[in-house]
Nanobody
Framework: QVQLVESGGGLVQAGGSLRLSCAASGTIFSMHVMGWYRQAPGKQRELVATITSGGIIKYEGSVQGRFTISRDNAKNTVYLQMNSLKPDDTAVYYC???????????????WGQGTQVTVSS
């Protein structure tokens, strides 16, 4: 079973920066897409950014220009560099990966446990 472990969340002031990391462990054949979702209190979970194994990147509009997603395919790790943080960025951030643990099985979505990001005003 693939496990995703996030780290790097915390409490920062508006305008500050944080770097989130998510490492996939276990038996992994290929993680086609990795990315980040977030969920603020009272709101639906939303996609923040994704990156394919080939390096194709998509961002949610409100984070464009402030956040940068990257990945290390050899380490099966995805990162989210968050700059110019705003109070509206406050949420639990979840790592997501879509791929296969081995070539005998269909692709699955995998989720981390989440890491809290709090931005004070």
């Amino acid at each position: 079973q693939v496990q995703l472990v996030e780290s790097g969340g915390g409490l920062v002031q508006a305008g500050g920066s944080l770097r989130l990391s998510c490492a996939a462990s276990g038996t992994i054949f290929s993680m086609h897409v990795m990315g980040w979702y977030r969920q603020a209190p009272g709101k639906q979970r939303e996609l923040v950014a994704t990156i394919t194994s080939g390096g194709i990147i998509k961002y949610e509009g409100s984070v464009q220009g402030r956040f940068t997603i990257s990945r290390d395919n050899a380490k099966n790790t995805v990162y989210l560099q968050m700059n110019s943080l705003k109070p509206d960025d406050t949420a639990v951030y979840y790592c997501n990966a879509f791929g296969v643990s081995n070539f005998f099985e269909a692709a699955h979505d995998y989720w981390g446990q989440g890491t809290q990001v709090t931005v004070s005003s």
